[in-house]
C-alpha cells in the first residue's frame, strides 16, 4: 500500500532547494465511491495517504469508522474540523460499512460539467486537494478565498488560469505551486470558472 506524506515532503522539498521546483505528482486516480459525503472524504482524507487506505479495508462496522476520523485528528492532526466528524463518519458507515458496502452508489456529481468536463473531478483526479481544500487554507489558500479575492475583477480568469499552467508564488506566500501543463485549454478554463463560483 502506498503512503504518501505528500505536503510536507513538498513543503521540504522547496526550502532544501530554493530554485524553482518541479514537481511531479503522482496521479492520483483513486478517489472514494460517490454518493452524499463523498466530496468531504474527497477533501479531508486524502491529503495524507491515497483513498486506498479506506478503500481497502474489509467492511467495518460504524464504530471502526468513527475511532478512524477521531484519530485520524488526534493522533495525526487532520485538519478537518470536529464540525466534520458526523459527515464523515456517516459516509465512511454507508459506503464502508459492514452492511452496505456491497451496494453499488448512484453517482451524484452536482458539480458543474462545463465542455463535458466536471472540474471538480478533474481537481480531484489531478491531486489539486493536496494542497486546496474549498473551505480552508491547507498548503495552498482556499478555493473560496481565491473566488473572494478576484470577484468582480475583470482579469481573474486570465490570472487563475495562468496560475494553474504555470504555477508560482508569492500571491498567498512562500510556497510555490507547481506548474500543471497536463491540461488542454477547456480543462483549465472549467477549473477556473468552477475556482471562482465558489461561495
Ligand atoms: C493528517 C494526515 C491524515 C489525514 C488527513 C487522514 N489520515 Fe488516515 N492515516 C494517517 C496516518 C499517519 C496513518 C497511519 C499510517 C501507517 O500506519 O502507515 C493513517 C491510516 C489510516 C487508515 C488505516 C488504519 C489505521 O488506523 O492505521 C485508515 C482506514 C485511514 N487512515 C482512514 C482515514 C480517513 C477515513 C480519513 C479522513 C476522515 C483520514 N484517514 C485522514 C494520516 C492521516
Ligand atoms: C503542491 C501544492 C499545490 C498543488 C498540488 C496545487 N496547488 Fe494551487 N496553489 C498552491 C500554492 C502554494 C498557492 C499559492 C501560490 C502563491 O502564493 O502565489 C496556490 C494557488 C492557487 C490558486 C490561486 C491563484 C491566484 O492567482 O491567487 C489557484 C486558482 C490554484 N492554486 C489552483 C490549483 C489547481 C486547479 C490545482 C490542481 C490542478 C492546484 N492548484 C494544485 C499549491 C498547490
Avoid at 521540504?12 to 503522482?26: D, F, H, N, Q
Avoid at 488542454?184 to 471562482?196: D, H, M, N, R, T
Wanted: charged share 15%; with cysteine; net charge positive.
Amino acid at each position: 500500500m502506498k503512503f504518501l506524506f505528500l505536503p510536507l515532503s513538498l513543503i521540504l522539498a522547496v526550502t532544501a532547494s530554493g530554485k524553482p521546483l518541479k514537481i511531479t505528482l503522482p496521479v492520483e486516480t483513486a478517489v472514494y465511491k460517490a454518493g452524499p459525503g463523498a466530496e468531504l472524504a474527497n477533501a479531508q482524507c486524502m491529503t495524507c495517504h491515497s483513498a486506498d487506505y479506506a478503500a481497502m479495508q474489509p467492511p467495518k462496522p460504524r464504530d471502526f469508522w468513527k475511532a478512524e476520523v477521531e484519530k485520524m485528528k488526534g493522533k495525526y492532526g487532520a485538519p478537518y474540523s470536529t464540525n466534520d466528524f458526523d459527515g464523515l463518519i456517516g459516509y465512511f458507515a454507508n459506503n464502508y460499512g459492514t452492511d452496505t458496502n456491497v451496494v453499488v452508489m448512484p453517482t451524484i456529481a452536482p458539480a458543474p460539467v462545463a465542455n463535458g468536463i466536471n472540474a471538480k473531478e478533474l481537481a480531484i483526479k489531478s491531486g489539486c486537494f493536496n494542497c486546496h481544500q474549498i473551505s480552508s487554507k491547507l498548503i495552498g489558500p482556499a478555493y473560496k478565498d481565491v473566488a473572494a479575492k478576484y470577484r468582480n475583477k475583470s482579469d481573474a480568469m486570465a490570472k487563475v488560469a495562468h496560475q494553474i499552467t504555470h504555477g508560482g508564488s508569492g500571491q498567498w506566500g512562500p510556497i510555490p505551486m507547481p506548474p500543471f501543463t497536463q491540461f488542454s485549454p477547456a480543462e483549465v478554463k472549467a477549473l477556473g470558472e468552477w475556482i471562482l463560483s465558489l461561495k
